[in-house]
């Protein structure tokens, strides 16, 4: 994965859309790296991310849902076309139902 990879990532128990920044060693990420260095961004309206409050984040590979076959130069906001918009608002509201059902699940057991 080059700079500028666009994909979906679970950042800080939220489901985002990241963009890969050039890895520290100048090199591509690779799937043996530890760490992926990325900035985030947050839905703004129909198919329109902006930067997030905290622009900057270092996830793990295995937090990445899908990678995007396109990427981008610009870091302060990323316009999603329609097909990989819906795969964003399917990936979320299945994470969302998740967490739920692990809240119900934990809240059942403290009865």
Do not use: C
């Not at 990420?29 to 990325?38: E, F, I, K």
């Amino acid at each position: 994965m080059n700079r500028g990879t666009v994909a979906i990532a679970v950042v800080q128990h939220q489901v985002m859309i990241i963009q890969l920044v050039q890895a520290t060693s100048g090199h591509s990420h690779r799937r043996s790296d530890r760490w992926l260095d990325v900035y985030t961004y947050t839905p703004f309206g129909d198919h329109l991310f902006l930067a997030s409050s905290v622009p900057q984040a270092r996830i793990a590979p295995s937090d990445l849902l899908t990678v995007f076959p396109f990427r981008t130069t610009t870091t302060d906001m990323i316009e999603l076309p329609a097909q990989e918009y819906q795969e964003f608002l399917q990936l979320k509201a299945k994470h969302q139902k998740k967490q739920e059902n692990l809240w119900r699940a934990w809240k059942a057991k403290l009865r």
